[in-house]
């Protein structure tokens, strides 16, 4: 028959289809800019380990001519080790419409084989976005308090930012007793707070800050008299924006100001994702309620190329018997498909196991501009 092929060539030729579909399937909106400041960093061990060595900018003293000399003595490494999180999902192919169409008899229409592949491509694709967006969340806690919370069994990962890079500007030493609100209260003395933070405590050699301002924030910002002052100064320049962050998606770049000789970016981020919700037994369903990735009255400052990762662990594989480990895949995310059928199924996973780490976690500062 014109047009068909037989159902003994399916599985080879659904599989290279498959795969070539991914790859071409124009991407939704998956929201990626605080994840921009992590990248991707794959690990062949399921506890990826990190080397961090503090370090001071003490200068030198002076000493009478004759003496021994001072003893200086380097830190040695301290080594941590992080046990990822992991996500594994899958899908049951013969759910789909396309499945039946092309198995239901000995020949199929090949454009029924296309049908399938790309319904198997956007399954695929739902769950990849599902994980980016478990990312981005991970990211923007990190990035509000230092911690990542699992949504499974409420266990935290701290990372132990220090008290002075957490704070509200109604209440922190040497602040101006008042949110950005307030008559009188000038936003430019906090980000410049913010700047010093991350160029004394973050040893940040560049120029050039970000600051990423929540929605109730950034009303406060635009409302004060101070800024209003100033909103002529704001340069509107894109092209002075790092790469990772001007193509991605999330926030929207407001415009640079120079604060007393501090170069600060400004973004706005204001985008929601869907919180699970889990059944009677505990597994997680759709429907949940909308949050903010970011919080509202916050603002989270942080530099170019920062030196954060978002570590990915190894994933367990089940290969056959005699197979070379270096045959296993290391990546961000592993696909893999089974069918079984005995069990009248087959199944697409997908797995993956990324933990958002700030190793140079002084090169964060947060501040709380509003009161809610």
């Given at each position: ?23 071409e399937l124009q991407e939704i909106k998956v929201n990626n800019f605080f994840a921009s400041f992590f990248p991707a960093l794959p690990c062949p061990e399921r506890y990826p380990v990190i080397d961090v060595r503090r370090g001071s ?27 990822t999180f992991y996500y594994k999902f899958y899908t049951d192919l013969t759910e789909l419409t396309g499945y039946f169409n092309v198995f239901g008899s000995t020949a199929f229409a090949v454009n029924e084989m296309a049908t399938l ?256």
């Amino acid at each position: 028959m014109a047009g068909t092929i037989p159902a003994s060539q399916l599985t080879p030729v659904f599989t290279a289809a498959r795969v070539a579909k991914y790859d071409e399937l124009q991407e939704i909106k998956v929201n990626n800019f605080f994840a921009s400041f992590f990248p991707a960093l794959p690990c062949p061990e399921r506890y990826p380990v990190i080397d961090v060595r503090r370090g001071s900018e003490q200068v030198a003293v002076d000493i009478m001519r004759g003496h021994q000399g001072q003893r200086v003595q380097i830190s040695k490494f301290s080594q941590k080790a992080f046990d990822t999180f992991y996500y594994k999902f899958y899908t049951d192919l013969t759910e789909l419409t396309g499945y039946f169409n092309v198995f239901g008899s000995t020949a199929f229409a090949v454009n029924e084989m296309a049908t399938l592949a790309n319904e198997a491509a956007v399954s695929d694709k739902a769950k990849s976005d599902m994980i980016k967006r478990a990312i981005e969340v991970q990211c923007a806690s990190v990035l509000e308090n230092g911690t990542i919370t699992s949504l499974r069994d409420s266990s935290i990962v701290d990372f132990k930012r220090q008290a002075g890079s957490m704070e509200d500007v109604s209440t922190m030493s040497g602040g101006q007793n008042s949110y950005w609100d307030a008559a009188g209260h000038n936003p430019f003395l906090d980000l410049r707070r913010g700047y010093d933070w991350l160029k004394t405590k973050g040893k940040y050699s560049g120029e050039i800050v970000h600051a990423i301002v929540g929605l109730h924030a950034w009303q406060a910002f635009r409302n004060n008299d101070v800024v209003k002052a100033r909103l002529g100064q704001f340069n509107n320049r894109r092209d002075v924006l790092m790469p990772s962050q001007r193509n991605s998606l999330g926030a929207d770049y407001q415009g640079m100001f120079d604060i007393d000789g501090a170069m600060v970016q400004i973004w706005t981020y204001n985008d929601v994702y869907d919180t699970p919700t889990f059944d009677t037994n505990g597994n997680p369903i759709t429907g949940g309620a909308s949050v903010p990735y970011m919080k509202t009255n916050k603002v989270y400052m942080t530099v170019d190329n920062p030196g954060f990762k978002t570590l990915y662990g190894a994933i367990p594989q089940v290969g056959p018997v005699g197979t070379n480990t270096s045959a296993l895949i290391v990546g961000t995310e592993v696909f893999t498909r089974y069918a079984n059928p005995e069990g009248g199924y087959d199944r697409s996973y997908l797995q993956s196991a990324p933990l958002a780490v700030p190793i140079t976690v002084d090169r964060i500062y947060t501040a709380t501009v509003t009161a809610s």
